[in-house]
């Protein structure tokens, strides 16, 4: 009975590779019936549950379609009105900057200006009468010493004097006249220009004529002399200038003042009787 159960039992069971049977299993193979651990199947389950419930989420919004577009109206309107706020504010901030550096760049550049004031030439003249007042052949004539003097700290380049006597009333706009003669000695590319070192003086002749026919037929009138310095901080540089003006009149020897016209009919006129008074009209009174 034994032996008969034998074979039967061999039977029944599988044989491994070493002919032995065996019921033993690999511990990376599940039992029969048995789920996989958890570890492996997380990946799986976290994938349909997210897949579920974006499909939920859809479906949602998809029924709520008029709430969120309210929603979302809402929300742009809010934020609009606060940007708007915000931008305001930044304006009103950036306008308050742009004036506070508008104030420091005047103030840096009038410290600039200042500074520069200092370190350059500044050309000061001062006329007299040289001779006495004539009457050649068309014109009355008179010599008009100058002296040129550097009152500043650098070199005066391409210094250059002139000016013109003209009567009173001819032409009738002195500033324009002068401005003219200003901006022909800025052009001309003198050859009497001199170098004017700081504190030098130099001495200038020049000639002042008036045309009879500018004088007409008055015999007494008072004489104006107009004039303009020009010089430079370097030679290539820009033009500084310097304008003056002056009358010529009789002077009476009353107090020594200067108060009266010059009477033609009595031309020649020593230079002892009259004098250069400087011109009330500040614009003929320039320097840069």
Not at 36 to 55: C, N, Y
Not at 178 to 197: G, P
Not at 203 to 218: C, F
Not at 276 to 282: E, N, Q, R, S, Y
Request: with cysteine.
């Amino acid at each position: 009975m034994n032996g008969a159960d034998e074979p039967r039992n061999a039977a029944s069971q599988p044989e491994n590779e070493g002919g032995r049977a065996s019921d033993q299993r690999g511990p990376e193979s599940p039992k029969h019936g048995e789920k996989p651990s958890g570890d492996k199947q997380a990946p799986k389950h976290i994938w349909l549950e997210f897949i579920s419930r974006l499909g939920r989420a859809v479906r949602w919004l998809d029924s709520h379609d008029g709430l969120l577009t309210a929603i979302a109206t809402v929300v742009i309107a809010i934020f609009t009105v606060v940007l708007a706020i915000y931008a305001g504010g930044q304006g009103s901030i950036s306008g308050k900057q742009t004036t506070i550096l508008d104030q420091q760049k005047n103030i840096m550049q009038g410290q600039l200006n200042e500074l520069q004031s200092e370190q350059r030439p500044w050309v000061y003249v001062t006329p007299e009468i040289a001779s006495d007042l004539t009457n050649p052949p068309g014109v009355y004539f008179v010599w008009m010493n100058f002296k040129l003097k550097n009152v500043g700290r650098l070199p005066a380049f391409a210094t250059t004097i002139r000016m013109q006597l003209i009567p009173l009333g001819n032409p009738t706009d002195y500033v324009a006249f002068q401005k003219q003669i200003c901006t022909q000695t800025a052009q001309e590319n003198s050859s009497d220009s001199i170098v004017l070192f700081p504190g030098q003086e130099f001495p200038k002749q020049l000639a002042g004529s008036v045309g009879v026919e500018q004088v007409g037929t008055r015999t007494s009138l008072i004489f104006y002399l107009l004039g303009c310095v020009d010089y430079r901080l370097r030679p290539d540089g820009r033009h500084h200038q310097t304008w003056f003006g002056y009358s010529l009149v009789e002077n009476t020897g009353e107090a020594n003042e200067a108060c009266c016209n010059v009477n033609l009919l009595q031309v020649p006129i020593p230079r002892d009787k009259m004098r250069l008074a400087p011109l009330t009209l500040h614009e003929v009174w320039y320097a840069d």
